[in-house]
């Protein structure tokens, strides 16, 4: 579950990670407001107006209908509301959202945390997440931090470096310095990185999160480490622990399909190819969807409608199918363990009469218990339904119709 910044802000500050101070707003009015606030408990006479929405890039990203950018810098309270006004309201493109970009409903007012002193701030990019390969979290983390971290990656990925932590240890001090180390920091900033970085981790364990991505964490011109940004993806099979973290889900920002979809009790996770999947079991849509390429065409979806689906649960999973205008042609393929292949069957002849005329190619695979009754249902309904035995029959049908 992706939540915006100042909700993973919040999480990170529970775990005494310093993180740069702000309040959220959904008005230019309340964004004076709040700033004022800010001013009277931090001080700061500038505020940096960031879009909150769940995309990456917002700096450089523009709002459609004002071009202004997604982060910007009011030089005072009196440039409050209008900084605001030119992203509340509006759409956000960023290299990470969609053409039409993503509608921004509330803004955050941070304080300015770049004032000169007596050393340079510095912007540093660190994440944790799981590396499979190792079965450990890891450490990305880099010295050049910042909008063009992409860039980094790219073209010198040597001043990338990872850092495995061990499940039983945690950060080490040796990790944390080394860390520090490669950072370039020394004095009071060096072991201020090396207390961010423990509590970083910790707060990356403690919330049951799946990704951190702090972009930057600045070492500010008197030696303070904190968080300025805060990408936080909580891992949704924790969540039953959070019921607090659950509560931040903002539904707005997720493709609403796929959140019918979830009230419903179905995997659905939408896709940009052609051939519609139906399927139960993750390890079965894999290979569906492996199969749907290997005869030429691709997967619009990602779609499990698990072990006890009955005839309600695919007319539900074949009207989101249908929504999509791109889709040629549906692959039904169902492995009958705990659902029998009969109630799937009938739920397929249901929904084809529910809905009405039908002009995408249907074909349907059904193993398992009561395959044979399955598809004799199938055969037997006069619907323009394809049955297919074997994963090669399904894939030679999918080719089939869209070559039609």
């Not at 955050?108 to 997440?129: H, T």
């Not at 090396?194 to 500010?220: R, W």
């Not at 399909?257 to 996770?269: P, Q, S």
């Amino acid at each position: 579950m992706n939540i915006h910044e100042y909700q993973g802000k919040s999480i990170l500050s529970q775990f005494g990670v310093t993180v740069q101070r702000g309040y959220v707003a959904s008005t230019p009015e309340e964004a004076t407001a709040v700033a004022e606030k800010l001013q009277a408990e931090t001080g700061t006479g500038w505020f940096v107006v960031k879009a909150q929405i769940h995309a990456g890039g917002r700096g450089k990203g523009e709002v459609t209908e004002t071009g202004s950018r997604g982060v910007v810098l009011a030089k005072g309270l009196g440039e409050v509301a209008e900084k605001a006004k030119g992203i509340l309201g509006g759409h956000l493109v960023t290299l990470q959202t969609k053409a039409e970009g993503k509608l921004v409903q509330s803004v955050l007012i941070a304080e300015d945390v770049y004032s000169p002193g007596a050393s340079e701030p510095r912007e540093f990019y660190m994440s944790i997440l799981l590396d499979r390969a190792a079965g450990r979290n890891v450490i990305v983390y880099s010295p050049d931090g910042g909008m063009n971290i992409e860039e980094v990656a790219e073209k010198t990925p040597e001043r990338i470096f990872k850092e495995l932590i061990d499940p039983m240890t945690g950060v080490t001090d040796f990790q944390g310095r080394n860390i520090a180390f490669n950072l370039g920091l020394s004095g009071g900033a060096f072991k201020e990185m090396i207390s961010f970085t423990k509590k970083l981790y910790n707060a990356y364990v403690g919330c049951d999160a799946s990704m951190f991505e702090i972009n930057p964490v600045l070492k500010t011109s008197d030696d303070r480490i904190l968080a300025v940004d805060a990408k936080v993806t909580l891992d949704g099979n924790g969540l039953f622990r959070h019921p607090d973290y659950a509560a931040m889900r903002d539904t707005t920002e997720e493709d609403p399909i796929e959140v019918e979809a979830g009230e419903a009790g179905l995997n659905y996770v939408n896709l940009d190819g052609n051939v519609g999947c139906m399927v139960n079991g993750a390890g079965l849509a894999m290979a569906t969807m492996d199969i749907i390429k290997l005869s030429g065409g691709e997967p619009a979806n990602f779609l499990d409608v698990g072990g006890t689906a009955d005839a309600k649960r695919v007319e539900t999973a074949f009207r989101m199918i249908l929504r999509d205008t791109t889709v040629k042609a549906i692959l039904v393929n169902i492995f009958g363990g705990i659902v029998r292949c009969d109630r799937v069957a009938q739920g397929v002849v249901d929904a084809y009469k529910n809905i009405g005329d039908i002009q995408v190619p249907i074909i349907v695979r059904l193993q398992g218990t009561n395959a044979v009754e399955a598809k004799k249902l199938i055969d037997e309904s006069g619907l323009a339904v394809h049955s297919a035995i074997t994963l090669q029959e399904a894939a030679d049908q999918v080719k089939a119709v869209l070559n039609a």
